[in-house]
């Protein structure tokens, strides 16, 4: 695996929608768009080097093109059905311009709709999903894609204990499936994990049980699996979790070895600390035989992430698992963040807002950590990504990072700083677990502020980071075609 090396030349001066000068990536920034206080918006690529930028302004809805050069081409307002259309999903579609997932109210009764659009977001298709017989039910939809991006899975919770879901085909754009069923003893806001759904529609619901200190010998996670894969019969099984406590889990699907993978965060006399972590497999074909394996955290590898000298492990407070990374081998690697929110409630550490005062909140993300693990859940290599991260009363909007999947290598990308001026750099990580820190660009007099945890990959080698600041929205492509 071959890393070229990055060199960072001088630019003379900046233009709004030309490249910084660069060797090894080039970074490119696209006109202003305003933006109102109620907008949101949806980034994506057309398979054509374009971008498409989706804003939902509530009761209108445009969709914009930039080119490669990051110039605005072209912009189109578009409706929906006139009765209040609620926006529930927006993905790129498979070739090219992009799904729309959508609800409104047709003779009192829900509907739940998809279109499909084009790359010049001329509507190509629409279907009806589902009516609901019910007038005075509103779904509160979630909406889960598979990682090709071609099923939607479309579920909501009646009364905290019955789930029902769908799968949709956006390709065929056609129903799958569409099943209730309702776990025993379930409260949502206590025992949901994730719901995931695979490449060929099949739906994993996944519970965490009995997860408490006083009762953590009884600790398991439980799957409710349905879809093509089981003959559409529900499938429940458990995992228990040998007298552990999960401390933070993430799951998700390896549709090339088809399984069920999951790396978490462990803790066993103290729930407010994270003490190891933790591998899991569950192979589609055999669920009853899955592969657990947990581990200690070494005494340095604490002291390091705690910033103190050498100590007994007693575990890391603050820590998250933010993502999964599959290998192509039947691996992964668990990437962790230090992370917290600290409430000033003291009167004087509040501001004013529409509702009165509120308390200052401020939001620290700070060190990266990644544990890479074999298929038999043996551990290949970990490594510490050293960052410090602070901002104040911004929802941590400019924090943490964005990882860029190369063919060479991962990239995590971040703002040094939480402020208007400040310096992006990156952690270039190599399969074997060696990794370098470059810096990308400098912000200094160019009016950006990233949002590097909303950016999108639009390509093997390119991803594009909103930048907001004074209500003013540009699209900032970097590209590492260099890296080869």
């Known amino acids: 695996m071959k890393i070229f090396p990055f060199r960072l030349l001088s630019c003379l001066v900046f233009y709004l929608a030309l490249p910084f000068c660069g060797a090894a990536q080039t970074v490119t920034v696209s006109p202003p768009v305003v933006l109102r206080d109620e907008t949101s918006y949806e980034i994506f690529g057309d398979d054509r080097g374009n971008v498409l930028l989706f804003k939902n302004k509530t009761s209108e809805f445009q969709v914009q093109g ?121 409260l949502m806001y206590r025992d949901f994990l994730q719901a995931i759904v695979d490449n060929d529609g099949n739906m994993y619901f996944i519970l965490s049980k009995d997860n408490s200190s006083g009762r953590h010998r009884q600790h398991f996670m ?16 458990t995992v228990p979790m040998q007298d552990n406590l999960t401390y933070d889990v ?35 074909a055999r669920p009853d035989s899955s592969l657990l394996k947990f581990y200690p955290f070494e005494d340095d590898f604490v002291a390091i992430l705690n910033e103190k000298e050498k100590v007994k492990n007693r575990g890391i407070p603050e820590a998250t698992v933010q993502k999964i990374v599959m290998r192509t081998d039947g691996g992964f690697i668990l990437v962790g963040e230090l992370n917290k929110e600290f409430q000033r409630g003291a009167t004087n550490s509040s501001v004013y807002g529409r509702t009165g005062f509120r308390p200052v909140i401020d939001y620290y993300y700070d060190d990266v950590f990644l544990i890479s693990l074999h298929p038999d859940g043996n551990v290949h290599w970990k490594d510490i990504l050293h960052k410090k991260q602070y901002s104040q009363d911004d929802s941590a909007m400019y924090s943490s990072f964005f990882l860029a999947k190369t063919p060479s290598a991962l990239r995590f990308v971040y ?70």
């Open 250 to 284: 993430k799951f998700a699907y390896d549709n090339l070895h088809h399984s069920l993978k999951a790396g978490g965060l462990y803790s066993n006399d103290n729930p407010s600390k994270a003490e190891g972590f933790y591998f899991l497999s569950i192979d589609s």
């Open 415 to 484: 703002n040094d700083e939480i402020k208007h001026e400040n310096t992006v750099s990156e952690y270039v990580v190599r399969g074997n677990g060696e990794f370098d820190r470059n810096a990308v660009m400098s912000t200094e007099r160019k009016d950006l502020q990233l949002r590097f945890r909303d950016a999108v990959q639009v390509s093997g080698y390119d991803f594009v980071v909103p930048s907001e600041r004074r209500n003013r929205l540009k699209l900032v492509r970097i590209s590492f075609r260099g890296d080869r």
């Open 222 to 237: 439980e799957v409710f699996d349905f879809g093509p894969g089981t003959d559409s019969t529900l499938r429940r099984y």
């Open 66 to 186: 930039f080119d490669a050069n990051m110039n605005l081409s072209w912009e189109k307002d578009f409706e929906l059905d006139r009765k209040s259309p609620i926006i529930e999903g927006v993905v790129q579609a498979d070739g090219g311009g992009f799904n729309l997932i959508y609800q409104f109210r047709q003779k009192l009764l829900p509907v739940l709709k998809i279109h499909r659009y084009s790359p010049a977001a001329n509507l190509v298709d629409s279907v009806t999903i589902k009516r609901f017989d019910q007038s005075f039910f509103s779904p509160s939809f979630e909406i889960e894609f598979s990682e090709d991006k071609n099923i939607a899975l479309i579920w909501y919770v009646k009364e905290q204990t019955e789930v029902n879901a769908l799968a949709f085909d956006m390709r065929q754009m056609k129903l799958l499936w569409e099943k209730n069923f309702s776990p025993d003893n379930m």
